[in-house]
């Protein structure tokens, strides 16, 4: 667990395409009450619910209550783990890519 003492794995909780959609419809609204995220699925509110919960379980939803209303907001930064990992095979692809580009070149000589 990292420090934001996670209960679930971040590339877990994002290897679902509902989940990836709730992380994208919060990146683009500051907090969404829970009914406005429903209204952007076909599936009932629990549904939606046990998804949030996932991603909250992983850090990167947080929630807060006002009234009988829940209102979610996007955490990004578990996602970093995500983007350096990302990375590490960004350059791997990056470095093969350039010895084909060198070996195509040899072979136009």
Not at 33 to 52: C, I, Y
Request: aromatic residues 8%.
């Amino acid at each position: 667990m990292s420090e934001n003492n996670q209960l679930r794995d971040v590339f877990d909780a994002i290897a679902d395409p509902t989940r990836r959609r709730l992380v994208r419809l919060l990146a683009e609204a500051e907090e969404v009450p829970l009914h406005e995220l429903t209204a952007q699925f076909d599936m009932g509110r629990t549904a939606v619910s046990k998804h949030l919960t996932i991603l909250k379980e992983a850090g990167l939803v947080h929630d807060r209550k006002v009234g009988r209303e829940t209102r979610y907001r996007l955490n990004a930064a578990p996602l970093r783990e995500v983007q350096d990992w990302v990375a590490y095979y960004n350059k791997f692809w990056h470095a093969n890519l350039l010895r084909l580009q060198h070996l195509l070149e040899e072979d136009e000589e």
